[in-house]
């Protein structure tokens, strides 16, 4: 027997989350609100603005995505894209 998830549709987001600026911490719990929310609205990825800086933001956030259930594949983004400051997650199917 398969059991299933009901999963409540949600309004989208955007296609995009910016953690520029913020604290290690806030970003993080900013990170994980979005990709619910993402998640549940239905988008097949998002992109994730952390900005250059330090890189610091750049790798909690793409450690996060690594391990993270609702996350299918991580890449940084193309040049055009917003490159080493931006990376895109595809989400897993619903």
Wanted: aromatic residues 4%; charged residues 30%; hydrophobic residues 40%.
């Amino acid at each position: 027997m398969t059991s299933r998830v009901a999963v409540t549709q949600v309004e989208s987001p955007g296609i995009e989350v910016s953690l520029r600026g913020m604290r290690a911490d806030d970003a993080l719990d900013a990170l994980e609100r979005y990709l619910d929310r993402a998640y549940r609205a239905g988008l097949p990825y998002v992109r994730i603005v952390h900005g250059k800086g330090t890189g610091r933001l750049r790798k909690l956030a793409r450690d996060l995505l690594g391990a993270h259930p609702l996350v299918a594949e991580v890449r940084t983004a193309e040049a055009h894209e917003g490159g080493e400051g931006v990376t895109i997650a595809k989400l897993v199917s619903r």
